[in-house]
Each structure stands twice: as C-alpha cells, then as structure tokens.
C-alpha cells in the first residue's frame, strides 16, 4: 500500500506480512472451530488502525476489536466491514445512535446500559447485538461474579438486544497462573449457569495473547489476541513456543554529528558529562515521538549494527548518543530505535524494560507524527 512523503527523517517501518504470519502462528495454537477476534485498538497498537485491520480480515478474523466509538468508525469509514466489538465503555449514553448506524456492537457492563439500548432499540424497531462483560477480578468494568447471573438474565430479557457474546479480561495471565486459572473458573461457572437457564450467547471470550498460548482452557469459542499480533512477546518464554515476527521498525537518522572535549556537557540539566573526547550523534526523534524520556542516559540504538548509548536528557524532538566507538558514522546514516540492523537486534521488550514500563506503552505511545509506511515481507 502507498504511504504518505514525509520530511523530517523519524519512521516506522510495518511489516504487513508479519501480521499475517503472526495470526496464522496464533491460529495454529487454537481449535478448527474457535474464532479469532483481533484486537485493534490504540491505532492498533501503534502499528496502523486501518492497516491492521485490514492484514487480520485477510487472514480471516472474525471480530475486530476497538477501545472507542471512534474507532470503530473509522474503520466502517475505510471501508472495513467485518464485525467490530466496542470493547471500552460507552458513556455517555447519548452516543448510543452511532451504534445503530454503523453497525458497532457495544460491550455492555451495567444493566443501566443494557436498558439505555434496549429503549433506543425498541425506538428505532431495531435489534442491536451485544456482548456482556463479566468482571471475574480485574476491577475495571463489568458486572462482578455474584451479580452476573441476574444481570445476563436481564439482558437476555431485552427484547431489543441480541445477547451475542460473554467475555471477561484477565489481570494477569503473562505473570500469574493462579490467578489467571481462578478468573477462568469464576468465568466458566457463570457461563455454565447462563446456560442452566437456556441462555447460551455463541461468543464466549476471555483470552488475551498470553492466555490463548499459556491456557487452552481459557479458549472459549473465540479468543482476543492483540500484543502476540503485532510480533510483540507476550510474557517471558513465550518465543519457545510460537515463532512471532515484530511487525514494527523504528528509524531515524543521524543529522549532525560533533566531537566535544572530556569534560563538555550535553542537554539539559546537564546530565551527562564527557569522560573523554566524544563524539557525538544528533538523532531526529524526541519524547514527542514517542520515545521514552526516562531512557536519556539510559536507552540504546543501533547504528552501523552496533549498539550507541543515549547520552543525556531525550528532548522533545531530538536526542544524542555515544557514537565514538563508531567511527563510519556519517550524517544520514540510518539509526534503529526498535528492530533490526546488521546482526543486531533491540527488541521493544528491552526498550520496554529500560524504561520500566511495558511493549503496549512503548508501541501504543509512539507519536501520530511518526509516519508509518507499509509492506509486505514474504
């Protein structure tokens, strides 16, 4: 697909064969009859909201999920068709409409909801499919355990919803088995009881990335990855049992390069100071991109496929590193931020965790400014 010129030399390369590989990887660890709903949401995890989309629907997605109205309709106005499940909250209610018209189906956690859209239905001589969400211990939205078995009677009891799924998201399936199995069983339990009472929705959801590779239990009839799609390594381990390929590079260029004496200072604050005489590497990307401030001092890139240490505070649009030990450094040479060059590799796990944080926040945070441009890798 084309990509829009650009000027300042700070990009993401996205692979779009990789996400088909990573769907057909993912798929291969699910049964013949479980769906796959790709989770899409945050401009689909920074690599593109559209672009994603689209690479999942051709692999054969059922479900596309989004975190907002908004992004579900920008998805119907590229002309993605499939069906898109508002997984976020949908207040204030007044939106309600865009629901209908752009054939969205709403998560429901209340039954103040469940009524809201029941009512608008029933205005509209409409039916509306939905799908409730069941806290099971995560403490964000959802009717709790307890109160799940009324409250999915309830909606199944709307005349002007369609009770199409069930789903609960777990708090901790990359770090804590435990905790993910006793989720899981509080989940089927409820599900199990809807179904004592003739009530059984065809969508029954709860596994993430880590989930659907650690826990076969937790499959359902549908399964919701969104990190492992993107390439991105979903807990410690899980590359020994899935061949993931990042999908996203992260580039810029070197636009000026100086050597100052030992003892000269670079940034602001003054944070770093010269041991020795040092050259140093301008790069075309800043905190306004994206990159994480907390690396200054901290952070690497590649360069020539070598390793340069982030020298300094990160400003808001350009940074510097340690480029002494390079000494074919030129201006314009390229520098990776995430991915590959040469025989060597910086994974947005790493990057992640020098910044202590995690892969959704560095992919999900890098800039709208920074242009994506898309391909296909055999």
């Not at 499940?85 to 018209?101: A, E, I, S």
């Not at 590359?239 to 602001?268: E, M």
């Not at 907390?294 to 480029?323: C, F, H, P, W, Y």
């Not at 560095?362 to 055999?378: C, D, F, K, M, T």
């Amino acid at each position: 697909m084309s990509s829009p010129p650009f000027y300042r030399p700070c990009w993401a390369d996205i692979d779009l064969g990789a996400l088909r590989h990573n769907f057909r990887e993912l798929k291969r660890r699910i049964s013949a009859k479980t769906r796959v709903m790709t989770v899409v949401k945050a401009d689909g995890y920074g690599h593109g909201l559209v672009p994603a989309a689209r690479a999942a629907v051709s692999c054969g997605a059922s479900f596309l999920g989004v975190s907002s109205l908004e992004e579900g309709v920008a998805l119907r106005r590229a002309g993605v068709r499939a069906p898109v499940l508002v997984l976020g909250t949908l207040y204030p209610f007044g939106n309600f409409p865009v629901l209908f018209r752009e054939k969205l189906v709403p998560t429901v956690a209340s039954p103040g909801t469940a009524d809201a859209l029941n009512r608008l239905a029933h205005r509209r001589r409409e039916r509306l499919p939905v799908h409730l969400k069941i806290d099971t211990g995560f403490g964000r939205i959802g009717v709790s355990v307890p109160n799940a078995l009324k409250f999915i009677e309830h909606a199944a009891g709307c005349s002007g919803l369609m009770l199409q799924g069930l789903f609960t998201h777990f708090s901790s399936s990359d770090v804590d088995p435990a905790a993910t199995r006793a989720q899981a069983g509080a989940f089927w339990t409820v599900v199990r009881g809807a179904a004592a009472k003739g009530i059984r929705p065809p969508w029954i959801h709860l596994a993430n990335s880590s989930a659907l590779l650690r826990f076969p239990q937790t499959h359902g009839t549908m399964v919701r990855p969104g990190l492992a799609f993107y390439g991105a390594v979903p807990y410690a381990g899980a590359d020994r049992v899935v061949s993931l390929r990042p999908a996203l590079t992260w580039k810029t260029k070197v636009i000026y390069l100086k050597t100052v004496p030992k003892g000269f200072t670079v940034s602001y604050a003054r944070t770093w100071k010269a041991s020795r005489a040092t050259r140093v590497a301008t790069l075309a990307v800043g905190y306004a991109d994206g990159y994480p401030r907390s690396l200054s001092n901290q952070g690497e890139v590649l360069l020539k496929g070598r390793r340069a240490r982030v020298i300094g505070r990160v400003t808001m649009d350009m940074m510097m590193v340690d480029a002494t030990g390079i000494p074919s450094c030129r201006i314009g040479d390229e520098a990776v931020l995430i991915g590959a060059q040469g025989g060597e590799r910086l994974t947005v796990e790493e990057v992640a965790g020098k910044a202590r944080t995690n892969a959704y926040e560095i992919l999900s945070r890098i800039a709208g400014r920074v242009p994506r441009i898309y391909h296909e890798q055999n």
